[in-house]
């Protein structure tokens, strides 16, 4: 079934998701194609997975900085089975909107 958009945004990295939106604002039709899973780079490796692990490491220096407040606590263990589930699950929030779309890579053809 041929389908006409009026735009095709190759990629659904984080630019290719903040394109979707801005786009549909616009009223054009959009068709993303992504040959591997939503979020790119940054979303999986890079920067949020990054920011959250920062923040669990974070959470705990608090716990071992809150003596100097007068709170008392024992020293925090890091379960980093969670920590990386809790990864994940950040990671998932930023793409968890579908656009009725299909996985597959874009191929290119010139006239």
């Known amino acids: 079934m041929k389908k006409n958009y009026d735009l095709l945004i190759i990629g659904g990295g984080s630019a290719g998701l903040m394109a979707v939106p801005s786009s549909r604002q616009l009223d054009l039709t959009v068709a993303l194609a992504e040959k591997d899973r939503l979020g790119g780079d940054c979303t999986w490796t890079g920067c949020v997975p990054g920011k959250t692990l920062l923040r669990a490491?974070?959470?705990?220096?608090n716990i071992n900085d809150a003596a100097g407040f007068s709170i008392t606590s024992s020293q925090p263990t890091i379960d980093f089975k969670s920590v990386m589930g809790r990864v994940r699950c950040v990671a998932k929030r930023f793409v968890g909107f579908r656009l009725g779309m299909t996985f597959d890579k874009a191929i290119i053809i010139t006239p």
């Open 57 to 61: 490491a974070k959470s705990a220096q």
